[in-house]
């Protein structure tokens, strides 16, 4: 139970492209989804929280013109990083969580590799 | 300032022996812990958690991790490492009572179990 399924993997694009990431709950209704952000050899970074139905929260320092948070449904979540550039290259990982409190786990989708050439 | 602590980058051990990744933290009140493990290009995966209660927890995979409230730790420990049990852990820790986005993540501790 409890599985998030996150498209793409992979994506290579040119500079200047948007880039749309989907993420799902399969199994569940998630209420709360998380996106992070993973630079090579480092811990989660997280970007937003979002919560069906409402405006995402970013955290300080993400640009929220340039990563665009929807979360349409209690099943999907997408983040849309617009005019990508070589500096957004990363590994984005999106989480969901039940109820969106401190003692329930997040479930984590597989992750999206994006290079931007 | 909250915190998670991850003292070791990188954990090497031999398949067969016990092993054992710290953590601790720094976090005010009773806070609730977790273990999540990562394989390479994946997102990461829930091993187990700390609420309350009974201080050594068992999770997946044969994993369990023991919480020392007077240390403020909660080392992921097996008893007998197997070379799939390679990959990068992460401690993470939740202050009681708040939302979930206020998840802190260590900075990860790659495991390596040599045959």
């Known amino acids: 139970g409890a599985v998030v399924s996150q498209h793409p993997s992979w994506v290579i694009c040119k500079s200047g492209t948007s880039v749309k990431i989907e993420c799902r709950s399969l199994?569940?209704?998630?209420?709360?989804m998380f996106w992070y952000r993973q630079f090579p050899k480092q811990s989660l970074m997280l970007m937003a929280t979002?919560?069906?139905?409402?405006?995402?929260?970013?955290e300080q320092g993400v640009e929220k013109d340039k990563f665009l948070i929807n979360h349409a449904s209690l099943t999907l979540s997408t983040l849309t990083v617009t005019s990508a550039h070589p500096e957004d290259s990363s590994f984005y990982i999106c989480s969901a969580s039940t109820g969106g409190l401190s003692n329930q786990p997040q479930h984590f989708g597989d992750g999206t590799r994006l290079s931007i050439l | 300032a909250q915190s998670v602590a991850q003292p070791e980058d990188q954990v090497n051990v031999a398949e067969g022996n016990p092993l054992t990744v710290k953590c601790t933290y720094s976090?005010?009140?009773?806070?609730?812990l977790f273990w999540y493990v990562q394989y390479p290009n994946r997102g990461l995966q829930f091993l187990l958690k700390?609420?309350?209660?009974?201080?050594l927890v068992k999770g997946s995979y044969g994993f369990e991790a023991e919480f020392n409230k007077s240390q403020t730790s909660f080392h992921l420990k097996k008893p007998s490492a197997l070379v799939s049990d390679s990959a990068l852990y992460f401690c993470?820790?939740?202050?009681?009572?708040?939302?979930?986005?206020?998840?802190?993540f260590g900075s990860g501790t790659r495991l390596s179990i040599r045959p």
């Open positions: 979002s919560n069906e139905g409402s405006k995402a929260t970013y």
């Open positions: 993470a820790v939740s202050p009681q009572g708040s939302s979930a986005s206020k998840i802190i």
């Open positions: 199994d569940f209704q998630a209420t709360t």
């Open positions: 976090v005010s009140g009773n806070p609730y």
């Open positions: 700390y609420i309350t209660g009974d201080n």
